[in-house]
């Protein structure tokens, strides 16, 4: 870029005027470097606060003896997930030159910065992949055993989501669309933040998880725990457990909304880059242009969860419309990038309807989730998936994903069936990929008494029995009262058929 810049300069400049040219060119080539650079830092910074996100809303929806354990869950996701993905993960996901399958180079950093990465991409990388670890945390909430969620999360950082990443958004992947050499379809699949790669990711190994919980399942020939106790009583009617506090599920999404901006946006990695040189339309304009589709996909799946509930429940459930929200927000991050502002209200409208038919069937099937994350998150990111393949316009397929003409886009834009193909092959190779990887761990968790409490330690809460004591204390006027210090008047709250 600086030597088109320095040779079109020069002719301006007159006689002699190599040098001069070159230098004003580098000075506009460093400045490029430090705007891109400090807006992905800044998108991490974003990513990373909805951590913060999931934490709230985690706690707000489990019982309050189990926040301590569920808050706990989060911070190590972070903190395991950033030594296991500074080790192998980034070099798993971008480690180039690679084959296909997996990254080669750039383990612990080595290399780095270079002319493909720098320090501010490994940090934003980063800030994914433990969004991927959180959105499990809250799924096996209430009854996992503490060294079981340590492994899964660092398993899942380290290796299952950055192999993953690796295939979609490397430049070597085999299905990455920024694989021009080698396109699948001839288009490669448009996952553009990660609907599949992160949110399916996270939903299906929620889904793994249920398996090896499952009374009527045995993957392995293996007869394992059920749901948490009481779930179900025992005509295997569901028995509502309510989180505690919808005030901080309402604050997590808000959060985690605000964070979005910087996962679905930031995710273009860059801003300073025109489209048409000297005019107003360039990389900035998609940038707003996907903080809009995310926005309206939210919003839509928000309101058709609303009143959608009201009529199957005869209630205006906050809880309800906040994980609807969040799973138009889910199922957009695909396609964001590539699709119009009025196709990202369709995206959300039928996220919400995928949502609430994914929980009628996790009810039929005994499926308990604190968090809905399975069927948030892998229903609504499986929609999304498909959703791009629909609706990409053939404009902004090739902006975003450009070096590659005659790209195929989408079925319903007049785009042909090849991405539509590429897509439903992204569906089940993920789908394989996480049952392969994450369902034999789950087994040998199982086969080492290592992956769930006893029921006397799920009856009294995980806070007291594991973490020294319940998080919240309503009475300490008597600091010599034992009770107390343990804050076991949490106690009284609890209706009897939750404790």
Same mark, same amino acid.
């Given at each position: ?134 959105? *499990?945390?809250? +799924?096996? &909430?209430? !009854? ?6 340590? /492994?899964?999360?660092? %398993?899942?950082?380290? #290796? ?74 025992? *005509?295997?009617? +569901?028995? &509502?457990? !309510? ?6 599920? /309402?604050?997590?999404? %808000?959060?985690?909304? #605000? ?77 964001? +990038? ?162």
């Amino acid at each position: 870029m600086a030597q088109t810049c320095s040779s079109e300069l020069a002719q301006f400049l007159g006689p002699n005027s190599t040098a001069a040219a070159s230098y004003i060119c580098d000075k506009f080539t460093d400045t490029a470097y430090a705007v891109d650079s400090t807006y992905l830092l800044f998108s991490a910074y974003l990513v990373f606060s909805m951590q913060l996100g999931f934490a709230m809303l985690c706690a707000g929806s489990v019982r309050a003896k189990n926040t301590m354990n569920i808050m706990l869950t989060n911070v190590l996701d972070a903190a395991t997930g950033g030594i296991f993905y500074y080790l192998f993960g980034f070099a798993f996901a971008f480690g180039s030159p690679s084959n296909g399958f997996i990254g080669r180079h750039n383990f612990a950093l080595k290399s780095i910065p270079s002319s493909l990465f720098d320090y501010s991409n490994f940090l934003y990388q980063w800030a994914f992949a433990i969004a991927a670890a959180g959105i *499990t945390s809250g +799924s096996i &909430a209430e !009854r996992t055993q503490f060294v079981a969620y340590l /492994v899964y999360s660092s %398993f899942l950082t380290g #290796f299952v989501y950055p192999v993953v990443s690796h295939w979609f958004w490397s430049a070597d992947g085999w299905a990455s669309a920024s694989n021009t050499n080698n396109l699948l379809f001839g288009s490669g699949v448009i996952d553009f933040a990660g609907s599949g790669v992160v949110h399916m990711v996270g939903g299906i190994a929620d889904g793994i998880k249920f398996i090896y919980w499952s009374r009527i399942a045995g993957l392995y020939g293996a007869l394992i725990e059920g749901p948490r106790i009481g779930r179900f009583d025992h *005509t295997g009617r +569901s028995v &509502a457990f !309510r989180g505690h506090s919808a005030s901080l599920v /309402v604050l997590g999404t %808000f959060i985690l909304w #605000f964070g979005w901006y910087g996962f679905n946006p930031g995710s273009f990695a860059k801003i300073l880059s025109p489209y048409d040189s000297g005019t107003h339309y360039g990389q900035w304009s998609a940038v707003g242009r996907t903080a809009v589709t995310t926005t309206l996909a939210g919003c839509t799946a928000a309101l058709t969860t609303l009143f959608g509930k009201r009529i199957l429940s005869g209630h205006w459930n906050v809880t309800d419309v906040c994980n609807g929200l969040l799973g138009g927000f889910a199922a957009i991050t695909a396609g964001c +990038s590539v699709v119009e502002p009025w196709a990202a209200i369709i995206c959300g409208f039928v996220a919400a309807l995928v949502l609430i038919g994914c929980n009628m069937m996790a009810e039929k099937a005994k499926f308990d989730d604190p968090l809905e994350a399975a069927q948030l998150h892998g229903g609504c990111g499986a929609w999304g998936v498909i959703f791009t393949a629909l609706f990409a316009t053939e404009k902004y397929v090739n902006e975003v994903y450009p070096g590659k003409p005659g790209r195929p886009y989408g079925l319903f834009m007049g785009g042909g069936g090849r991405l539509l193909a590429a897509h439903v092959i992204q569906i089940l190779v993920i789908i394989g990929w996480v049952s392969a990887t994450m369902g034999p761990l789950f087994f040998i968790l199982h086969k080492f008494n290592l992956l769930r409490i006893s029921a006397e330690d799920e009856m009294a809460g995980m806070d007291l029995t594991r973490h020294g004591g319940f998080a919240y204390v309503y009475h300490d006027d008597d600091e010599g009262n034992e009770a107390n210090k343990h804050g076991i008047q949490m106690r009284r709250i609890e209706p009897s058929a939750q404790i």
